[in-house]
């Protein structure tokens, strides 16, 4: 059985897990038209039946439709202190946000959710005058078939990353390799070559890179292959879908003929019209 990644744009991703629950992760729709971040092809109703809504910090273009798809469902929320105080003043109920700072883990019903410390700011407007700021996240997510996905959200490279993967061994990494468009150029926190040395450092099998508007991530498979040849860069684009495998584990009975109202013939889970994609990309 595997887990489905559905990449929505941006940093945006679904991901469906081997019991048919199902996470939005950063789920930014709209887009960002003054930053060049185009909408997604996913619409807002689609989420109605979402389990789980995660968010790494608090930015517009990670927040996204976040407390609209709570509004709108019955999903809990994980998320860092600013993103919980927003959500708050948005009239999500307290007890539906499970809000973290690095090195906490939440338990979801056999998912495990952990907080790890990215190197950047989770910084909002909340109010007249008054702003919130938090510590911003990555999340190592581990399945209940024991998958561990890393999902880097906004950061700079920092050894950190090192100490991850000898830590955690996370089988498959997320990780930002460009960013929005500021003062005619990009905001980039984590460079495509910074980030295939983070993949590296992690040891994952699997790297799939976000966040980025323009060719960096044809540059991070480049330099994935030069710098970590034992990791494979897979490129989505938006809409698209990747299934990971796990690897000789087996599913509990449950989660074997699990569906989705997105599935096509014989890949559960999946957008219609979208295949899973495993791409090497070479030169």
């Known amino acids: ?82 993103t919980r105080f927003l959500a708050l003043a948005a009239g999500i109920a307290a007890d539906r946000i499970y809000f973290m700072v690095p090195g906490v883990q939440f338990d979801l019903d056999g998912l495990l959710v952990k907080a790890l410390p990215a190197e950047h700011l989770s910084f909002r407007k909340l109010g007249e005058g008054a702003y919130i700021s938090g510590p911003p996240l990555s999340y190592l997510v581990t399945t209940p078939g024991g998958i561990k996905l890393f999902f880097g959200g906004d950061t700079s490279i920092t050894a950190n990353h090192k100490l991850f993967g000898a830590l955690y061994k996370p089988d498959l990494a997320v990780l930002g390799v460009g960013g929005v468009k500021q003062m005619g150029q990009s905001f980039t926190e984590l460079h495509p070559d910074e980030a295939a040395l983070v993949a590296k450092w992690l040891g994952v099998k699997v790297a799939l890179p976000i966040h980025y508007r323009q060719d960096e991530g044809v540059r991070f498979a480049k330099a994935v292959k030069k710098t970590a040849p034992r990791v494979r860069a897979v490129l989505l684009k938006a809409g698209e879908s990747y299934s990971f495998p796990e690897r000789g584990r087996r599913a509990p009975a449950s989660a074997r003929n699990c569906s989705s109202t997105h599935a096509v013939t014989g890949v559960p889970g999946v957008r219609s019209g979208s295949p899973v994609l495993q791409l090497n990309v070479h030169d």
């Open 1 to 82: 059985m595997s887990v489905q990644l559905r990449y929505l744009g941006w940093s945006a991703f679904e991901v469906t897990l081997e019991d048919c629950r199902r996470i939005a992760l950063d789920p930014l729709l709209n887009g960002v038209v003054e930053e060049d971040v185009p909408p997604s092809p996913a619409t807002l109703e689609e989420f109605d039946a979402v389990d789980v809504v995660m968010v790494t910090h608090a930015a517009p273009d990670h927040v996204g439709q976040t407390f609209e798809i709570l509004a709108r469902s019955q999903a809990k929320l994980v998320c860092d202190v600013a």
